[in-house]
């Protein structure tokens, strides 16, 4: 038996995609069948994503990996496991192995008070700042921020620029208010000032036509509540595409958990951001102020999006960090 983690030792990652059945037992199954029959071939989500982007970013740092080895980790309880996907999977074996848990975690950890005393968990890693502050009021200094890295390689800037803004819109609560109260005066600003535009919206487009726009606009409108990371926004950075985003601040309003569970604030939607990037407004009336300043930065070709994405959020400079956090707790 092995009596702990070595540095040349493979990293033991665990990661699988919440599937329960739903109205019969093992119903889970035909109906993934049909999911693919009738919607296609799945799009990789958020979580996956993760899961995908760190497995590369440690390939190429030459760091080896072990892959939902659970038999491995029954017969080696010293190892530590780097579990990465959603709860489920912390209930799928008794674990007796160290965990290192996230980014993919819960919400909020009032959904699991007791996690460190229920588990060997000894570090829960989520995508940015402010959430590491909002879960550290209840798992403390347990909680860490670790970004996963973005794919430079396959998002990389363009020359052929056909329009010149593309909204991404990801508004996720009360869409007929903001609808008319923000993304609707966007879209007629933008028309009045002669600015072509494309929208797409979170959840009903496939990656492909993402990266086809954002290779033929000029500049990125990013609409969005609040971002733990922010992985379609960084994208676009490292498309070499300025964003102009939406960052209202305040509270972190999930209906699920605000008011009435848990209030924290503040919360951003640019949680990895600075100058080169491009510009943020809190509101409508911010918008309009700030337009002409982001415009002008984008045809003068002031901003360095790529550059900040390239010091900062590359699949190896993410990787790198997380092997040192895994390191770290051998």
């Not at 497995?55 to 980790?73: H, K, S």
């Not at 929208?199 to 290779?215: D, M, N, S, T």
């Not at 379609?232 to 209906?255: E, H, I, K, M």
Request: hydrophobic residues 40%; proline residues 7%; aromatic residues 14%.
């Amino acid at each position: 038996m092995r009596s702990g983690c070595l540095l040349s030792d493979p990293i033991n990652l665990f990661y699988e995609e919440p599937n329960h059945d739903r109205w019969l037992p093992y119903d889970r199954y035909p109906r993934a069948v049909i999911r693919r029959v009738v919607r296609g071939r799945p799009i990789s989500g958020g979580q996956k994503l993760v899961f995908l982007n760190l497995l590369q970013g440690l390939e190429r740092i030459g760091v080896p990996t072990r892959v939902n080895d659970f038999q491995f980790a029954k017969r080696n309880p010293n190892a530590l496991a780097c579990i990465i996907g959603k709860p489920c999977i912390l209930d799928k074996i008794v674990w007796r192995n160290p965990i290192l848990f996230g980014s993919a975690t819960s919400s909020h950890p009032i959904d699991d008070p007791n996690l460190l005393d229920r588990l060997p968990v000894r570090k829960v890693l989520v995508p940015g700042p402010w959430s590491k502050a909002m879960f550290s009021t209840l798992w403390g200094n347990a909680v860490e921020a670790w970004p996963v890295g973005i794919d430079t390689k396959l998002w990389s800037p363009s020359s052929q620029k056909t329009f010149d803004v593309l909204i991404y819109n990801k508004v996720r609560w009360d869409h007929s208010k903001q609808e008319d109260e923000l993304m609707r005066p966007i879209r007629t600003w933008l028309r009045k000032k002669g600015v072509s535009f494309f929208e797409i919206r979170y959840g009903f487009y496939r990656p492909l036509e993402f990266r086809v726009k954002l290779a033929q606009c000029r500049a990125m409108i990013f609409v969005c509540e609040h971002e733990t990371q922010g992985l379609a926004y960084q994208q676009a950075l490292s498309c070499d595409v300025p964003v102009f985003a939406w960052n209202r601040g305040g509270a972190w309003r999930d209906p699920t958990y605000y008011p009435h569970r848990v209030v924290f604030e503040p919360v951003t939607s640019v949680p990895y951001w600075d100058q080169r990037c491009g510009l943020t407004f809190e509101n409508l009336h911010q918008f309009k102020t700030n337009w002409e300043e982001f415009w002008a930065g984008v045809l003068s070709s002031r901003f360095k999006p790529r550059e900040y994405i390239v010091e900062n959020l590359t699949l190896e400079h993410c990787a790198r960090a997380y092997s040192q956090i895994a390191q770290s707790l051998c």
